[in-house]
């Protein structure tokens, strides 16, 4: 049976559906042939970004804030082999075609500490679902993701004073997320119980154009099964490079990757590791560069990637950032 939440309601009970899903776990999402994964691999962060999943070491100054929409769509994240009596068994699309959409907000309570949220839902998908192993329905056409709240702190910012003194080319910022179970947990859109992700992130920008990035982290869940598959704890690796092709930021070009080593074994104890690389171009068209539009695409490393990885991805990032606040920009 679905369970939907509204964003105020979501909002209200985070916590509480955190803390309780962590410890009693849901009971629709136990034994072998469980839907409540998260098949969305792609998290982006709120607040200032240089690349589509590579965390920024830069946040919001005080009293600032911001927003953004990020929007993906991919193919076949959630693909399940069906293994029929006397057969060869089949390869079903449990999940075959999907848009997902994160609503991102940004509040710089200082000029060094940033909270965020982020709101996934998916305004259209298809698919098999469940249906070949259990015989119930398909995929309903939209779903409600889980929730996240998080925090980000520059530890190293990229000048001593947002407001001035001399620029300093690399940045340090932690991160503390937490994915709240208030999706849809029977349309591949929810996970049975809260995720805790700290991670660390560190950015490097050239007066010449050259920018790089750097994520390391972990996503701390609790395991669920699905048919062989075992979704659970996993490390987060992201890194990408690019270059300003066009001075302030009013073009840049990027290459990025990011690989989610999985921490539980898999049924013949073998280890997955969901990984995606993606090309993306940037304009940042405004004087302070406040405003940004990202479009990228890309897919996996892998001929046959494990799953929740999709078989490719596009995405399209709209931002409103105004980390130059009333001092004027490094490039500008």
Same mark, same amino acid.
């Given at each position: ?7 105020? =309601? ?22 072998? %042939? ?13 607040? !200032? ?5 590579? =965390?920024?070491?830069?946040?919001? +100054? ?17 693909? $399940?082999?069906? +293994? ?11 999940? %075959?075609?999907?848009? %997902? ?6 509040? @710089?309570?200082? &000029? ?16 098999? =679902? ?29 000048? !001593?004073?947002?407001?001035? =003194? ?7 910022? @932690? ?27 560190? &950015? ?26 075992? $979704? ?14 066009? !001075? ?40 302070? @560069? ?43």
């Amino acid at each position: 049976m679905r369970t939907r939440k509204g964003p105020l =309601g979501g909002a209200a009970a985070c916590t509480l559906l955190a803390v309780t899903a962590t410890a009693h776990g849901d009971p629709a999402c136990f034994g072998r %042939n469980s839907p409540c994964i998260n098949d969305d691999a792609l998290w982006p962060h709120a607040g !200032p970004a240089r690349f589509v999943q590579v =965390g920024s070491a830069e946040t919001l +100054p005080a009293a600032q804030l911001g927003f953004g929409l990020v929007a993906s769509y991919l193919s076949r994240p959630v693909i $399940i082999h069906v +293994p029929p009596p006397g057969g060869l068994g089949s390869e079903q699309y449990a999940v %075959n075609q999907q848009v %997902n959409a994160t609503f991102l907000w940004a509040y @710089g309570v200082t &000029d060094r500490l940033e909270l965020d949220v982020a709101l996934p839902i998916t305004p259209g998908q298809s698919g098999a =679902g469940l249906a070949p192993v259990t015989g119930g329905g398909t995929l309903e056409d939209t779903a409600v993701r889980d929730m996240r709240f998080g925090v980000a702190y520059e530890i190293v910012p990229h000048t !001593p004073e947002k407001a001035g =003194g001399a620029s300093r080319e690399w940045g340090l910022a @932690g991160r503390f997320e937490m994915s709240a179970p208030t999706g849809d947990h029977d349309e591949f859109a929810g996970e049975a119980s809260a995720v805790f992700v700290p991670s660390v992130s560190a &950015d490097y920008r050239h007066p010449g154009g050259f920018i790089a990035g750097l994520e390391a982290g972990a996503r701390l869940r609790q395991a669920t099964d699905l048919l062989t598959a075992r $979704i659970g704890s996993e490390i987060v690796l992201a890194a990408g490079v690019g270059y300003e092709i066009l !001075p302030h930021q009013l073009l840049t070009a990027a290459l990025e990757a990011w690989a989610l080593p999985m921490l539980v074994a898999q049924s013949d104890g073998s280890h997955i590791a969901p990984a995606e690389w993606q090309a993306s171009v940037r304009t940042a068209p405004l004087r302070r @560069g406040d405003l940004s539009i990202q479009l990228g695409g890309g897919g996996p490393f892998e001929t046959s990637p494990p799953i929740t990885t999709p078989q490719f991805r596009f995405t399209l990032g709209v931002r409103w950032a105004p980390v130059a606040s009333d001092a004027p920009q490094e490039s500008r």
